[in-house]
């Protein structure tokens, strides 16, 4: 960068317009060059100096003042100043500059008192006497009347006179001061101010500066010819020939090291390999925490809702383990699975009929990422789009390799016999909900009451849900081999005793924000555990201790689940499908409701336990306008604990009648459940013994389930 100051132009200024020397004096201080005063050498800097280059004359101008230091070296013809400026009248184009470095121009850039023009007054023109006379003696063929001219600006005189400056001998030491050498300064002085040129950098006049305020925002803007001026500053430093120099002096301590001052051989730099970038797993993206559905009514079982919940969920759906997904290339392994499931159904109705021939060989499937095949064997019950199959579960045996890798462990134990559901069309969602529930319940208690999910195989056309299957049959199982070999309903402590097993595992559900959808009695499975007869206790124990932990319920069938934390919290669920006596009084009624839908189908489980048929309710208006009470249409029986049951009926009817209590005055109700759980709990513990018992009512239970 080159600083200027207001006092070194004013002296610049006034040494180059004094007068021009008359030859003599200029042939005087040729031969006392050495001698010349040091005054004179201070008040004239040169573009050496200033790029720090070390030559004799750099300077660049549209005046032709063009002489270096290596043009002097090498005797190359040169134009001499004298022999270039001449004026011309009534030419007013201004003359541009030949310099790659500047873009300099005489009318653009010097005040107008400083140029040169034909009306120039007679006391400047004597002053320059000795410039012109000599101009003339160079050139007085052409008397050229133009501006100011450089060497090859247009329209200059095709032939100019020149100077032919001898090659010096090889002992020649050129002179390397910053100033100018008096012999050349003398006969180089111009009547006005150059600009200071570097050459990756432009300075800017004096006058320019004034014009054209606005315009330049830096001192010395860096650019280049036809590009604007840089009017902010990058926080880049200037360029400069040591910034090669700086790099090697700083260690990487950070530390100053001795400069090495020596010429510099470029390394050729060895190609590096670009890092190969790690694929990013599916839908692995940093999102803002928060409900993802922001919606203060929706549908939760719309499949765009859980598309964009599957798509947003963190951590990705990708990432769990036993989720594998191929959503371009189709399985087509249904219509086989459902032939062959059709023949064997068939022939278990007609086993004594002797003409049927044998059925063709099972259907075994075999996924990508896993290593277990499946053999079909049956159908265990079907829906409208998602059928359940048994299947054999086989995985190669162990390989003796000590170098092979274990098989993965999605932390349930397998067994022999598993089950699959298929379902079409294709969706993780009831996969994402399994997986859910048992990872926020965790180690509790509540979490041996959900099924667990081994796999999940997402393919174009289905996808194939593989779960852990229990051969003692559902709620529904129970109730119907109650009437049928009692001519009666279930027994009370048995019936209460399955409720308070339902009771824990939502009130778990629901703590965690997990709402099952679809509760009835063919989607509870039963869960009686084989354990040692004397470590089960026969007194009923509320934590679980003396076996009483591995006898309960397994829920099922999550393909209607809601993640209340994927939506705001005050959101509220519409229904937008037929509804039946099944679904709750909000959705019949077309009103809002969230937690609901669990409620009313557990009451209507509890109704299946009591009465052995589906849940019927009647309608009492309240005394409140627009207030409605819901209750059941059966009467209790007198020997049963009718106050117990009235208080858990009307709790699930009507849970908005009983949020007083509950947190934020909402739903879901689990201060209130957890009281009637325990006055449950409570009276099976003081009446587990009466009667048969009912340990001996279970083990019944367990017998019937086998002989089925």
């Known amino acids: 960068m080159t600083l200027h100051t207001k006092e070194a132009m004013d002296e610049i200024y006034g040494i180059f317009n004094e007068p021009l020397k008359n030859q003599d004096e200029s042939v005087t201080e040729t031969q006392s060059g050495d001698e010349s005063s040091d005054d004179d050498e201070d008040a004239y800097t040169s573009c050496g100096e200033s790029t720090g280059t070390g030559g004799i004359s750099c300077a660049t101008s549209e005046f032709g003042d063009e002489t270096t230091a290596a043009d002097f070296t090498l005797g190359t013809t040169v134009l001499d100043h004298d022999d270039v400026e001449e004026e011309t009248e009534g030419d007013d184009t201004d003359a541009k500059s030949v310099s790659a470095w500047s873009d300099f121009t005489e009318s653009k850039h010097m005040p107008k008192d400083r140029q040169r ?11 320059d006497d000795s410039f012109e006379d000599q101009e003339r003696q160079g050139n007085p063929k052409d008397h050229y009347d133009a501006e100011l001219i450089t060497p090859t600006s247009p329209g200059a005189p095709a032939s100019l006179p020149t100077r032919f400056i001898p090659v010096p001998p090889e002992d020649y030491d050129a002179s390397m001061r910053p100033y100018r050498d008096p012999v050349q300064a003398a006969n180089n002085r111009l009547p006005f101010m150059t600009p200071i040129v570097e050459k990756t950098e432009s300075s800017i006049g004096m006058a320019t500066v004034l014009a054209q305020k606005d315009y330049f925002s830096s001192k010395t803007p860096s650019r280049s010819r036809g590009t604007p001026a840089i009017l902010e500053d990058d926080g880049e430093p200037c360029s400069s020939p040591f910034t090669d120099l700086l790099e090697q002096a700083i260690d990487g301590s950070g530390k ?31 999102k803002p925490n928060g409900p993802i559905i922001k919606d203060a009514q929706c549908n939760p079982v ?14 990705p759906l990708s990432t769990f383990e036993g989720y594998y997904a191929d959503p371009y290339q189709s399985y087509s392994k249904g219509a086989d699975i459902r032939k062959y499931t059709k023949a064997v159904s068939k022939m278990n ?25 499946y053999t079909v064997k049956r159908e265990l019950g079907k829906g409208a789009f998602a059928p359940v199959y048994l299947v054999e579960s086989t995985s190669p045996p162990p390989t003796t390799d000590e170098n092979a890798q274990p098989p993965v462990d999605h932390g349930a134990k397998r067994q022999t016999l598993e089950a699959i559901k298929m379902e079409d069309p294709p969706t993780p969602w009831e ?4 997986r859910q529930a048992s990872r926020r319940l965790a180690n509790s208690r509540a979490s041996s009451s959900i099924i667990s999910a081994h796999e999940m195989h997402v393919f174009a056309d289905e996808c194939y849900l593989i779960e852990e299957f229990r051969d003692q049959g559902t709620l529904l199982d129970l109730v119907n081999l109650a009437r049928a070999e009692n001519s009666n309903v279930m027994d009370e402590q048995l019936a209460m005793f399955f409720t308070i097993e339902l009771f824990r595992t939502v009130e778990a559900l629901h703590t965690q924000g997990i709402i099952h959808g679809d509760l009835k009695a063919d989607n509870i499975l039963v869960r009686l555990d084989a354990t040692k007869d004397a470590a089960w206790s026969s007194e009923y124990r509320r934590d679980g201790s003396g076996a009483w932990s591995h006898k309960g319920v397994a829920l099922i069938d999550f393909g209607r689940g809601i993640d209340m934390r994927a939506f705001t919290p005050n959101v509220q669920f519409i229904a937008d499908w037929p509804t039946t006596e099944a679904d709750c009084a909000e959705m019949r009624e077309l009103r809002p409701w969230t937690y609901q839908i669990d409620y009313h189908g557990l009451a209507g489980i509890i109704h299946n336990l009591l009465f052995g048929k589906y849940l019927s309710t009647t309608v009492e208006r309240g005394a409140a306008l627009g207030t409605k009470t819901y209750r059941i249409k059966e009467s209790l029986k007198r020997y049963w604990q009718a106050e117990i049951w009235n208080e858990a009926l009307d709790l699930l009817l009507n849970p908005l009648l009983h949020v007083e209590g509950e947190e934020g005055g909402k739903l879901p109700v689990l201060k209130g459940m957890k009281d009637v759980r325990e006055k449950m709990e409570a009276w099976l513990g003081g009446n587990c013994e009466r009667g048969v018992g009912l340990k001996a009512l279970v083990r019944k239970m367990e017998d019937a389930v086998k002989r089925r």
């Open 117 to 127: 023009d034909g009306s120039e007054d007679e006391n400047e023109q004597s002053e």
């Open 256 to 286: 100053v090291t001795k400069l090495a001052l020596r010429d510099s051989k470029p390394v050729p730099k060895e190609p590096v390999e670009e890092p190969k970038r790690k694929p990013l797993a599916a839908k692995e993206s940093i």
């Open 349 to 373: 109705k007609n086993a004594s009929d002797k003409t049927m021939t044998n059925l063709s060989i099972a259907p075994t499937l075999s996924f990508i990422g896993t290593d277990r095949t």
């Open 302 to 315: 719309d499949e765009s809702i859980r598309k964009i919940i599957l798509q947003e969920v963190l951590p």
């Open 431 to 434: 996969f994402y909900i399994m």
